[in-house]
């Protein structure tokens, strides 16, 4: 088993080093004005960090490997979204990726040895066990999703593999000119199991573009990504971005965080039901929601023509 896995490192490891002249060159400057120094402990893969009031931003934080999500980070973001969700000091949550890219996916070194070489005696529990895994790893980004507070991702360079999983699982796409998308798993022999399949086309008005793109690894561009709807707004570079996505997520921090939160969860709801099970479902949660005193406090304001970011609403 030790020699199998050695070798598939190795592998990997010589394709790894093999590709680096076809990729681009390490050297390219790129502004990283909003990165943070490194990881927040007790993490290492992510630096998290509050940088407007009620505004919690969640930084990919492996740099110097592209942000390749190694098997502490499959596991951070579960715990950093589940704090997230409880926090009632966060109201908004933005998403981006230190270094020269966003993230370039899956951490090929530890695939070989998580991944390809599950544990268990027979068959049946290497199966059994490797599932487990999958649904785990499904969780990293499912999380994202259930979390009631909006997050707004910014993307700038490259988006690969895992990161479209992650993007397809945010509530708002941003991104930078340079930005490219690439659904890659089919280039390394793997159907993308963690949830790009699943959302994306739920995304992209087209399914044709969406299978195109899933079965033939074919990078996506910004322009593109904005006219197929996968992002809403692109950036000239990464300083704007984050401007512009800290600008967003304060316009959606200052309002209501009952309306915000209820409107998130009821638009994921509305994606994966009729409109018949949607709207039965919102009359259920606004029967209560509608109660609480933030409306009289919003609509106050609306009636002086006093912006939302005058009301102070209780924490939620
Ligand atoms: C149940 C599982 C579900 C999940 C499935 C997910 C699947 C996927 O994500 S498929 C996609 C896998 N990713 C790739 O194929 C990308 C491979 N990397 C690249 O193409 C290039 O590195 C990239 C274009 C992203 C960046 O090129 P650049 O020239 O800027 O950097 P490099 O010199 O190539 O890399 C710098 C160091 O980072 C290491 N690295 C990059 N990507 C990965 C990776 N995916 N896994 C592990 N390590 C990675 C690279 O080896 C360099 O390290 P070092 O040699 O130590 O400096």
Redesign the pocket.
């Known amino acids: 088993m030790y020699v199998q896995r050695a070798m598939l490192s190795g592998i990997?490891?010589s394709a790894?080093?093999k590709?680096?002249g076809l990729?681009?060159?390490?050297q390219?400057m790129v502004r990283t004005m909003s990165s943070s120094s490194g990881p927040t402990s007790p993490y290492t893969t992510l630096s998290i960090s509050r940088p407007t009031e009620r505004v919690t931003h969640v930084e990919l934080h492996r740099p110097?490997?592209?942000n390749?999500?190694?098997k502490a980070f499959w596991s951070e973001m579960v715990d950093c979204f589940n704090e997230i969700a409880a926090d009632p000091e966060c109201r908004v949550v933005v998403v981006s990726g230190a270094g020269?890219?966003f993230t370039?996916?899956?951490?090929?070194?530890?695939?070989a040895s998580n991944?390809l070489q599950p544990e268990g005696d027979d068959t049946a529990r290497v199966s059994w066990n490797l599932r487990k895994?999958?649904t785990k790893?499904?969780e990293t980004f499912s999380v994202i999703e259930k979390c009631s507070k909006p997050v707004v991702v910014a993307v700038h360079g490259?988006c690969?593999?895992?990161?479209v999983?992650l993007i397809t699982a945010c509530d708002i796409r941003l991104c930078t000119q340079d930005a490219w998308f690439?659904i890659?798993?089919v280039?390394?022999g793997?159907a993308?199991?963690?949830g790009t399949l699943h959302r994306l086309p739920k995304v992209i008005g087209s399914r044709s573009l969406v299978n195109e793109l899933a079965l033939t690894a074919r990078k996506m561009y910004a322009d593109e990504a904005k006219s197929s709807g996968l992002v809403s707004r692109v950036f000239a570079d990464k300083e704007t971005m984050m401007a512009g996505a800290l600008e967003m997520a304060g316009e959606i921090a200052a309002r209501s965080p009952v309306a915000v939160q209820g409107t998130k969860i009821n638009l994921v709801y509305a994606r994966d039901h009729s409109v018949a099970e949607g709207l039965d479902y919102i009359a259920t949660w606004n029967m209560s929601m509608l109660q609480t005193q933030d409306v009289m406090k919003s609509a106050q304001a609306a009636m002086e023509r006093k912006s939302p970011k005058t009301v102070a609403f209780s924490k939620l």
């Open positions: 990997i490891r790894l080093t590709n680096r990729w681009l060159p390490s390219v110097e490997k592209r390749a999500m190694n020269k890219i370039a996916g899956i951490d090929l070194m530890d695939m991944l895994t999958i790893y499904q490259a690969i593999g895992g990161g999983d690439q890659k798993e280039d390394i793997i993308a199991d963690v």
